[in-house]
């Protein structure tokens, strides 16, 4: 399965969809295949990323539908714009997408997600990637940041682009959980796993 992209096709950036090659999977795999494939899962790329990369990439393999707008060459307020669109038409079809957001896509999904939920959207949870939190909400859209819903931030330790202490300080000030990882920036290794593992917790029973 690939992921989708939603949204314009940058020139230049020709689409690249994500082949998923599916083993034969045992009784116990195929009903925890099915259980994962019941959850949407909303992806934010990064500012200078695509919707299609190491992170959408993993959520594929682990057996979600991934819904990843395209926002390349977007500013914060467009990027905001288009992913309150993607989940106020999700709701509108049936689905409620967990919101998964990298970077400049984490700020931007985290704007969305309050802004979505003002407009009745119901959501089941935040993963946050080493979120942008040093830029302030675009204008016209939310006065101040918080968790709209049950929120996890993964942020490595060897982050060099975004400080790590702006995600403790935001886990600290509004009941996010924050998972720190021995990873750079891209939380392209040790981190995948603990995203992954923060996707399960939040679609999870409580």
């Given at each position: 399965r690939a992921a989708h992209q939603a949204g314009p096709r940058s020139?230049?950036?020709p689409p690249q969809p994500v082949q998923r090659v599916r083993p034969v999977?045992?009784?116990a795999t195929a009903r925890a295949s099915r259980e994962r494939q019941a959850v949407t899962i909303l992806f934010a790329h990064g500012l200078e990323s695509g919707p299609v990369g190491r992170k959408s990439q993993a959520l594929v393999d682990a057996g979600y539908e991934?819904?990843?707008?395209?926002?390349?060459?977007?500013?914060?307020?467009q990027r905001v714009a288009r992913l309150v669109d993607s989940l106020v038409a999700a709701q509108a079809s049936g689905v409620l997408p967990l919101l998964v957001g990298s970077s400049f896509g984490g700020i931007a999904g985290l704007v969305a997600a309050l802004v979505a939920t003002e407009r009745g959207v119901?959501?089941?949870g935040l993963v946050?990637?080493?979120?942008?939190?040093?830029l302030p909400p675009?204008?016209?859209?939310?006065?101040?940041?918080?968790?709209?819903?049950?929120?996890i931030v993964v942020h490595g330790t060897r982050d060099e682009v975004i400080p790590l202490e702006l995600s403790r300080r935001f886990a600290a000030e509004h009941g996010a959980a924050l998972r720190e990882v021995d990873d750079d920036h891209g939380l392209g290794h040790a981190g995948?796993?603990?995203?992954?593992?923060?996707?399960?917790e939040l679609h999870a029973p409580r």
């Open positions: 020139r230049g950036h999977p045992s009784t991934v819904i990843a707008p395209d926002c390349r060459g977007l500013d914060l307020a119901t959501l089941p946050l990637c080493a979120p942008a939190l040093m675009p204008p016209a859209t939310v006065e101040r940041l918080r968790c709209p819903a049950r929120t995948l796993p603990v995203i992954l593992a923060a996707v399960r």
